[in-house]
């Protein structure tokens, strides 16, 4: 394990000057000022940014590793994504690409409290995929999501989130949702015998999010979802170590608006403590490759100084139909999200269609 932190950019940049931008970018990065300006030995020595390697990627771009100090991160989700990134990010030529964290980072952050185990022994599976889908759209009011909250779990999905765009507006108050759907997937257990767990959506200021943890933990609520672009990544690596009892799962959102590529944020995500991150499935309304997909699945199960492996959740574009090539893809250790596709069903055939999700991963041979 290396000792400093390595990070990786993609430069656009002429060959006769692509050395000196490397050698800003790793100034810029660590010490942000002129070496002139570096009078103190030990900073010269282990704080400011050196320049491992440079390739040539073609087309005018170039890889650029640079070697950072961790001892620069402090401890801070918010700190490490600005050392990788900060001033960096404001180079329009410029791409974070990757990074890896030495053992004394990794283990400042911790990663996932539960991990991908943790949320398939809270729903009780074993041998086959985890199934998830979302309440939406978001302008229903109270009544209306925690209907379909029961018959998606009337249906025996493992899990049902909140749609990311469901907050704390005036149609559907945190509170009042988190409680009323909550009851009525309690209703559904009632009915089948098998708990599905409901995930609220996270949002607003960290007293906010506080007040609402307390609101899921009183309704018997153990799952939450965050965006950790939105709230902030220090609020999720806050929240991880203040309640290790629930799970979180990270949303992507905003996570396209910066030049990161989709695999680091599934790595830094799992570093801050998400237990599963959900990311957009090939083939969906979104673009993402099979090979960007397989990167974020080795960050977030891949070896990562021991941390618990997060789980992989494709979502976005899903249908029943793709199910078996999904599943497929992805294996036994992940959750399949379906949500327009099944909210579509036709009316009173909602259940029905959840059941059928259900069955396709239950009785599909994995490989």
């Given at each position: 394990m290396t000792e400093k932190l390595q990070v990786l950019y993609k430069v656009h940049s002429d060959a006769s000057s692509i050395e000196e931008?490397?050698?800003?970018?790793?100034?810029?990065?660590?010490?942000?000022?002129?070496?002139?300006?570096?009078?103190?030995?030990?900073?010269?020595?282990?704080?400011?940014?050196?320049?491992?390697?440079?390739?040539?990627?073609?087309?005018?771009?170039?890889?650029?590793?640079?070697?950072?100090?961790?001892?620069?991160?402090?401890?801070?989700?918010?700190?490490?994504?600005?050392?990788?990134?900060?001033?960096?990010?404001?180079?329009?030529?410029?791409?974070?690409?990757?990074?890896?964290?030495?053992?004394?980072?990794?283990?400042?952050?911790?990663?996932?409290?539960?991990?991908?185990?943790?949320?398939?022994?809270?729903a009780n599976v074993e041998g086959r995929a985890l199934t998830c889908s979302a309440l939406k759209p978001q302008g229903l009011p109270v009544e209306g999501l925690a209907e379909l909250a029961f018959k998606l779990a009337l249906g025996g999905l493992d899990y049902i989130k909140d749609d990311h765009g469901l907050a704390n507006q005036l149609f559907s108050p945190f509170e009042d949702r988190v409680r009323a759907c909550a009851a009525a997937i309690r209703k559904a257990a009632a009915a089948t015998g098998r708990r599905t767990r409901y995930v609220p959506n996270l949002c607003g200021g960290f007293s906010q999010i506080e007040q609402q943890i307390a609101i899921a933990r009183s309704e018997g609520v153990d799952t939450v979802m965050i965006a950790p672009m939105i709230a902030g990544v220090p609020a999720l690596q806050a929240l991880r170590r203040a309640h290790p009892d629930f799970a979180f799962i990270a949303h992507p959102a905003m996570t396209g608006a910066a030049r990161i590529s989709p695999y680091l944020f599934a790595k830094l995500f799992r570093l801050f403590g998400a237990d599963a991150s959900i990311f957009p499935n090939p083939g969906g309304r979104f673009g993402f490759s099979e090979e960007c997909c397989g990167k974020i699945v080795e960050a977030l199960r891949g070896p990562l100084g021991g941390l618990r492996a997060s789980l992989p959740v494709p979502a976005g574009g899903m249908s029943l139909e793709r199910v078996p090539e999904v599943l497929d893809y992805y294996g036994r250790e992940a959750m399949l999200l379906i949500g327009g596709a099944l909210l579509s069903a036709p009316p009173g055939k909602l259940v029905a269609e959840t059941a059928a999700f259900v069955r396709a991963v239950a009785e599909h041979h994995y490989r």
């Amino acid at each position: 394990m290396t000792e400093k932190l390595q990070v990786l950019y993609k430069v656009h940049s002429d060959a006769s000057s692509i050395e000196e931008r490397a050698l800003g970018l790793a100034i810029e990065q660590s010490v942000e000022a002129p070496l002139a300006a570096v009078r103190d030995p030990c900073v010269l020595s282990s704080i400011v940014g050196r320049v491992a390697a440079i390739g040539d990627r073609g087309n005018g771009w170039f890889d650029v590793h640079i070697d950072l100090s961790s001892a620069t991160v402090g401890g801070d989700a918010g700190q490490l994504l600005n050392m990788l990134f900060g001033n960096a990010s404001l180079y329009d030529d410029v791409v974070l690409e990757d990074a890896v964290f030495p053992a004394d980072l990794i283990k400042a952050f911790s990663g996932p409290g539960h991990g991908a185990g943790g949320l398939f022994a809270r729903a009780n599976v074993e041998g086959r995929a985890l199934t998830c889908s979302a309440l939406k759209p978001q302008g229903l009011p109270v009544e209306g999501l925690a209907e379909l909250a029961f018959k998606l779990a009337l249906g025996g999905l493992d899990y049902i989130k909140d749609d990311h765009g469901l907050a704390n507006q005036l149609f559907s108050p945190f509170e009042d949702r988190v409680r009323a759907c909550a009851a009525a997937i309690r209703k559904a257990a009632a009915a089948t015998g098998r708990r599905t767990r409901y995930v609220p959506n996270l949002c607003g200021g960290f007293s906010q999010i506080e007040q609402q943890i307390a609101i899921a933990r009183s309704e018997g609520v153990d799952t939450v979802m965050i965006a950790p672009m939105i709230a902030g990544v220090p609020a999720l690596q806050a929240l991880r170590r203040a309640h290790p009892d629930f799970a979180f799962i990270a949303h992507p959102a905003m996570t396209g608006a910066a030049r990161i590529s989709p695999y680091l944020f599934a790595k830094l995500f799992r570093l801050f403590g998400a237990d599963a991150s959900i990311f957009p499935n090939p083939g969906g309304r979104f673009g993402f490759s099979e090979e960007c997909c397989g990167k974020i699945v080795e960050a977030l199960r891949g070896p990562l100084g021991g941390l618990r492996a997060s789980l992989p959740v494709p979502a976005g574009g899903m249908s029943l139909e793709r199910v078996p090539e999904v599943l497929d893809y992805y294996g036994r250790e992940a959750m399949l999200l379906i949500g327009g596709a099944l909210l579509s069903a036709p009316p009173g055939k909602l259940v029905a269609e959840t059941a059928a999700f259900v069955r396709a991963v239950a009785e599909h041979h994995y490989r």
